[in-house]
Nanobody, 122 residues
Framework: QVQLVESGGGLVQPGGSLRLSCTAS????????MSWYRQAPGKERELVAD????????NYRDSVKDRFTISRDNAKKTVYLQMNSLKPEDTAVYFC???????????????WGQGTQVTVSS
């Protein structure tokens, strides 16, 4: 059974930090590119950051560059999002996403976590 379980969300003041974690099971984590998305109320889901299976490629949306850091530990089957200097506009539900393929030419499968709420407010 495929599962992605996020944790680490919560309420934080502007300028504060949070670290989100997403632990995977039910598929080969090291064969998967991992991403963090977020969705604010009334807005579309947007890509925040992504990381390739062995961390050779990392990308961030412009609004979080220099504040957020994505990383992964393949031995722990976990991807992280360290969020610093948080702003009210970072308030959203954050989702973990896996893009899995069993081999380089095989079909891709996409898996989602249930989301974790991040609220930045004074």
């Amino acid at each position: 059974q495929v599962q992605l379980v996020e944790s680490g969300g919560g309420l934080v003041q502007p300028g504060g930090s949070l670290r989100l974690s997403c632990t995977a099971s039910g598929f080969t984590f090291s064969n998967s590119a991992m991403s963090w998305y977020r969705q604010a109320p009334g807005k579309e889901r947007e890509l925040v950051a992504d990381i390739s299976p062995f961390s050779s490629r990392i990308n961030y949306r412009d609004s979080v560059k220099d504040r957020f850091t994505i990383s992964r530990d393949n031995a722990k089957k976990t991807v992280y999002l360290q969020m610093n200097s948080l702003k009210p506009e970072d308030t959203a539900v954050y989702f973990c996403n896996a893009e899995y393929r069993s081999s380089p030419l095989s079909r891709k499968y996409y898996y989602w976590g249930q989301g974790t709420q991040v609220t930045v407010s004074s």
